[in-house]
């Protein structure tokens, strides 16, 4: 076989495994899809259509939206991730706080092994107290539960247990044998899926004369300035000049080079907006335990829908802190100072060692306040124009963020693969060469 036809068998190869992945990505979201139409056992879709229709707004509705709509159903996979997403904000607090959880983060592929054995157990955990906040919820809510009683309780809450397990088992085989990030793309995958619902709806309202003309093409102006808002502020970054002495090995004169420390003014991702949202959820598992009938914790909840001054607050509030808390996690200014010294490289008059790690800092810091209030404003600004007029939540700033951006991180990622298996045959060509 000729070096070149050998070549292209690599890059076939390589083709087919991305292709592979891609197909096994697609199947297992249609998996997930499936079960969002898989209804709860003893509920009556009548009585439930007609409560759910009345009730889209605020926290529910943005359950409903992280759930693909299973919650409207009330689906076996109506807790949907968030369980998951709840833990693994409590893991990653405990790894900052606890020297337990820290030691397990410095043991490596060993202790990150254990971090994701906690986070599971507390996934169940959490579904299993949220899931029975909603059979106790179901049963308040009406007429919606024809044999309500603790069978009906055990039973709803053993399947929604069931169901946010497999999901979380499917994140997990997403992102081993497909492509992008599982959990993102099951988030992902159900919000894109009630997309033409929402747009359907709007449409409605629109020859219902609920919305006017105007307003239905200044809602979708305000889509498409959103998407370019946020690629905009995605794909910007600042480089930080590093240098490379020159070095003499024998007769032969080596670096004396430049390149960049690319820093991204979002290096958090959508990973704030998710875990803000996650911590805002807790209201609605807190409001089916024996609390529904209190006027005091109905005021409370009140205060809980969108356009509300403390639902606003709390949930800037908690994208901002997210947003340093997890910078702070993925990038450690230190660690990336104490990699360039030990390869000579050096940020033109700045020390090495310390005083770059100080610098790094500096300006991650700065970058990281701009994209936290980047990421409040397209979250909440959207929220505003929904609190005022009737429409559907996956519309707002928050779906399109997460739409947006695993959308980015996903193609890059692909990207990635096809460059990876073009250098692979390069390589290859190379050696055969020689």
């Known amino acids: 076989m000729s070096n070149e036809n050998i070549g292209r068998a690599g890059v076939f190869s390589q083709a087919n495994d991305l292709k592979n992945r891609i197909i096994f990505t697609i199947l297992i979201l249609s998996v997930y899809r499936l079960g969002t139409y898989v209804p709860l056992a003893g509920i009556d879709p009548i009585a439930l259509k007609e409560i759910m229709a009345n009730s889209q707004k605020g926290l529910l509705g943005m359950f409903n939206m992280f759930s693909g709509g299973a919650v409207n159903r009330m689906a076996i996979f109506a807790l949907g991730i968030m369980p998951y997403i709840s833990a693994s904000i409590i893991v990653q607090l405990l790894t900052g706080v606890s020297d337990y959880f820290k030691n397990l983060k410095e043991q490596g592929e060993l202790g990150r092994k254990k971090i ?103 809602i979708f102006v305000l889509v498409i300035f959103t998407v370019l808002f946020i690629v905009f502020f995605e794909r910007a970054m600042r480089k930080i000049l590093i240098n490379y002495p020159k070095r003499q090995v024998g007769n032969k004169i080596y670096g004396g080079d430049s390149s960049h420390l690319p820093l991204k003014i979002n290096t958090a991702g959508v990973i704030p907006a998710i875990f803000a949202s996650a911590l805002l959820l807790l209201p609605v598992t807190l409001s089916n335990f024996g609390m529904s009938d209190s006027e005091l914790f109905l005021n409370i909840s009140s205060m809980f829908t969108q356009g509300q001054p403390l639902y606003m607050l709390l949930y ?17 200014p230190k660690e990336t100072s104490e990699n360039l010294r030990k390869h000579g490289g050096y940020i033109p008059g700045i020390r090495p060692g310390d005083r770059t790690a100080e610098y790094i800092d500096k300006i991650l810091t700065r970058l990281t306040t701009v994209g936290a209030l980047y990421l409040t404003f397209v979250c909440l600004m959207p929220e505003f124009l929904i609190s005022k007029y009737p429409i559907p939540f996956y519309l707002g700033g928050t779906s399109i963020l997460i739409v947006v951006v695993v959308a980015m991180d996903t193609v890059t990622q692909v990207q990635t693969r096809l460059m990876s298996s073009q250098y692979e045959s390069l390589i290859r060509k190379t050696k055969f060469g020689k």
Do not use: D, H, K
Request: charged share 10%.
């Open 116 to 218: 994701t054995q906690i986070t599971r157990y507390g996934t169940v955990l959490i579904a299993c107290l949220q899931g029975y906040g909603v059979a106790v919820g179901i049963e308040n809510a009406g007429s919606i539960v024809t044999e309500p009683g603790m069978n009906f309780r055990i039973t709803t809450t053993i399947s929604l247990v069931a169901g946010t397990t497999f999901l979380m088992w499917l994140g997990e085989q997403i992102t081993l044998r497909g492509v992008g990030n599982g959990i993102s793309l099951i988030i992902f995958s159900g919000i894109v899926a009630e997309i033409p619902r929402a747009l359907a709806s709007t449409f409605e309202l629109g020859r219902t004369g609920a919305l006017s003309a105007l307003m239905i093409v200044l």
């Open 316 to 332: 800037a509030s908690g994208i901002i802190f997210f947003s340093f808390f997890y910078t702070s996690i993925v990038f450690n």
